[in-house]
């Protein structure tokens, strides 16, 4: 059953990448697509299975993979609560998504190939969730790494696609990097990298220490640090998160399965997967809450600005995972685990419903170029309206019970931290109700800024409808920043070889997406609106513990029993800010559409300085990027080119030549200049004859 699972993704993408071609795009997409959905259908059997009565964790093995002296790797599936959380998450978004695809590629001539990527991608998350030792789960962290280059990057003629592929490839090698040396650490502690062996043997390196870098760490401390590393790159933390942005330039498919319920996800799982090994580390534990407050404040701040739609929910996602850090560091894992769980499902819809807008709209993603599309996408504009409640945490809605469950638990914790976290959180809370509106008003509500009819409107009302800044601002944003500041119709298109109407959609008026493309919104919508009171009290309620068994470790402050006594005013924080964010959001779009622009003219330092991301980018160009492409253009042209081959095999060459060029000389040709030389070696050797002969003879 479970190697059902893990190998049906896999089955359909060699199938569709090897065969494409011969069977055609629409055999491709139906194979694919079925292996997903039989493979969702036993994940879900296996969660109802393992997590029921009677009951229990299992490990199976598939093969040895390898052994070099004392390391001994096999290949197993740890089959617990939290794996099978992690299997009907994954399965169930990337099916969907599959399906969706099915309608939204349809104009792609390399559909077989992006369906392959699709199901390798979902291989990879599948061999990272059941992983039963550090290794495997490491393989398939590098795998969805690889699966996602080839996603974002899917459409190469573009090189946006190239650079924000690269950027995502490398930023997030940055953190393996650290991911792979915790690995080499723990192994070295523990002697082992099953997750089993490890956690049996970490309680007695609780006050082991370990020399690293000329000092003396605490052991475990320092091996959850690197491996928190990790986790920072894939799920885009503070300082690691510039990538996730620049991935919107893959298909909204794409964007959907990466940053809704899977890859950006793992690392959320990796810290819940290692919570017996981090419950040892609370200094380490302490920096994901402080790093996870940060990035739900941080994320937040962006996207109270952006204009594109689907950065604005990029940025959502990377203040959600915050959300996340910010439970799993305060020892209330099962709320983590429980808001990736709800997360996944609105935030697939967000994005879905995104794409379902860029499609009515003919691949524009401005949403400043959108407005009044309830009247022509009403489906699209409820499966939204869901989305939204349920991002901010609208009562009963699943993101209600997950993302108010940490906020309680970052104010009862006693971590070092968790003043900031719950203050970042409450904080965000309001901002995730005013940018969540405000696209939604700016997308559905006021009057139509697109097609030939509303051209002038438009033009007259842009910058007062559209939150834009001042004339002069925006066209310095450009000028300056144009990296990293969306042009006005910067689209997610199909090649232009691909469609016909590409940069004059937004002249066609809009219409609802087939049913193809329906379905999965209604579908996630269900799991949007039901997710959190269906299963709160398995997950973190009553039922909790036998849920869990010991998937999860259990925090020594017993967290999870103290949200229970939050005061009323901590509870009703999160309605506050989220009733706050709305109200605001309303009066500034809709009531007085030109307060935004007054805004923006009267800070526009502080616009532009949301706008362009706190200048991250700008920041690790100048401090990284140029200082690396200068110091290898170096290498290149005075290491390699002038010392290397210049002394090396050119220069060895180079006199050679000379050589040759000085003796070809003496071959002209010419009868009399060889008498000459003749005349001239007969001459010398008169000489040195007579001269040897005479000093012989006076001897």
Excluded at 131 to 153: H, R
Excluded at 349 to 364: C, Q, R
Excluded at 542 to 555: P, R
Excluded at 635 to 653: A, H, Q
Aim: net charge negative.
């Amino acid at each position: 059953m479970y190697h059902a699972i893990v190998f049906l993704p896999l089955i359909g993408a060699l199938i569709a990448g090897l065969f494409g071609r011969f069977i055609g795009a629409r055999v491709s997409e139906y194979v694919t697509t079925s292996c997903l959905a039989f493979a969702c259908l036993i994940a879900w059997g296996a969660f109802f299975i393992v997590t029921g009565e009677g009951g229990h964790a299992e490990r199976v093995q598939v093969a040895q993979w390898f052994s070099a002296g004392d390391l001994n790797v096999d290949w197993a599936f740890k089959i617990d609560t939290l794996t099978c959380v992690m299997l009907v998450v994954v399965t169930t978004v990337s099916t969907l998504v599959h399906l969706y695809s099915v309608g939204y590629m349809e104009e792609d001539p390399h559909r077989p190939r992006f369906f392959a990527y699709l199901s390798l991608f979902t291989f990879a998350m599948l061999m990272l969730v059941t992983a039963d030792n550090l290794v495997q789960m490491f393989f398939g962290w590098e795998g969805v790494g690889l699966a996602s280059y080839l996603l974002i990057g899917f459409w190469y003629e573009k090189p946006s696609a190239n650079a924000a592929a690269m950027k995502a490839f490398i930023v997030n090698r940055v953190g393996d990097f650290g991911f792979s040396l915790g690995i080499f650490l723990v192994f070295v502690l523990t002697g082992s990298v099953s997750f089993d062996a490890i956690f049996a043997n970490a309680p007695a390196l609780k006050d082991a220490t370990f020399h690293f870098l000329g000092y003396d760490w605490n052991a475990l401390t320092l091996a959850c640090l690197l491996l928190f590393m990790g986790a920072m790159g894939k799920s885009a933390q503070f300082l690691l998160h510039t990538w996730l942005p620049d991935a919107m330039e893959g298909p909204t498919p794409v964007s959907a399965l990466i940053h809704a319920a899977t890859m950006v996800t793992a690392g959320v799982f990796m810290v819940a997967r290692l919570s017996p090994l981090f419950e040892l580390a609370p200094v380490a534990l302490s920096v994901v809450t402080i790093i996870g407050g940060i990035t739900a404040f941080f994320a937040a701040t962006i996207g109270l600005v952006q204009n594109d739609i689907k950065r604005v929910i990029a940025y959502s996602t990377c203040s959600q995972l915050g959300y996340m850090f910010v439970g799993l560091g305060v020892g209330a894992y099962a709320t983590g685990v429980f808001h990736l769980f709800t997360h996944a499902f609105f935030k697939a819809l967000l994005f879905l419903g995104a794409g379902s807008v860029i499609h009515a709209m003919h691949h524009e993603q401005d949403m400043r170029n959108m407005g009044n599309l309830r009247r022509y996408i009403p489906f699209t504009t409820a499966m939204m309206t869901i989305g939204t409640l349920a991002l901010i945490g609208f009562p009963y809605t699943a993101g209600y019970y997950s993302k108010d469950a940490i906020i309680e638990a970052a104010y009862m914790s006693d971590r070092p931290g968790h003043v900031l976290a719950f203050l970042a959180t409450v904080i965000a809370a309001f901002m995730t109700s005013f940018y969540s509106w405000r696209l939604f008003f700016l997308t559905f509500e006021g009057p139509a800024r697109w097609g030939a009819a509303a051209h002038h409107d438009a033009h007259a009302h842009h910058a007062h409808e559209a939150d834009g800044k001042p004339g002069h601002t925006e066209g310095a944003a450009h000028d300056d920043h144009g990296s990293n500041v969306e042009p006005a119709h910067k689209s997610d298109v199909v090649p232009d070889h691909a469609t016909g109407d590409h940069g004059h959609g937004h002249d066609h008026t809009p219409h609802e997406s087939p049913l193809v493309m329906t379905i999965p919104l209604a579908v996630l919508a269900f799991g949007a609106l039901f997710a959190g009171v269906i299963f709160k009290d398995r997950f973190i309620g009553e039922g909790m513990d036998e849920f869990w068994g010991h998937a999860l470790a259990h925090s020594e402050n017993h967290i999870m029993h103290k949200i229970h006594e939050a005061p009323g005013w901590v509870s009703a924080s999160p309605f506050i800010m989220l009733v706050a964010g709305f109200v605001l959001a309303f009066w500034m779009y809709i009531r007085r559409p030109e307060l935004p622009h007054i805004l923006a003219e009267q800070q526009p330092s502080l616009y532009r300085f949301l706008l362009n991301k706190w200048y991250f980018d700008e920041l690790y160009d100048r401090i990284f990027v140029r200082p690396a492409k200068n110091f290898g253009l170096f290498l290149w042209k005075e290491g390699d080119g002038r010392i290397i081959d210049g002394m090396g095999p050119d220069g060895i060459s180079a006199r050679v030549v000379d050589v040759t060029r000085g003796v070809v000389r003496l071959q002209t040709g010419y009868v009399y200049h060889y008498a000459f030389v003749m005349l001239v070696g007969v001459a010398g050797l008169i000489t040195w004859y007579m001269i040897t002969g005479t000093a012989g003879g006076a001897h």
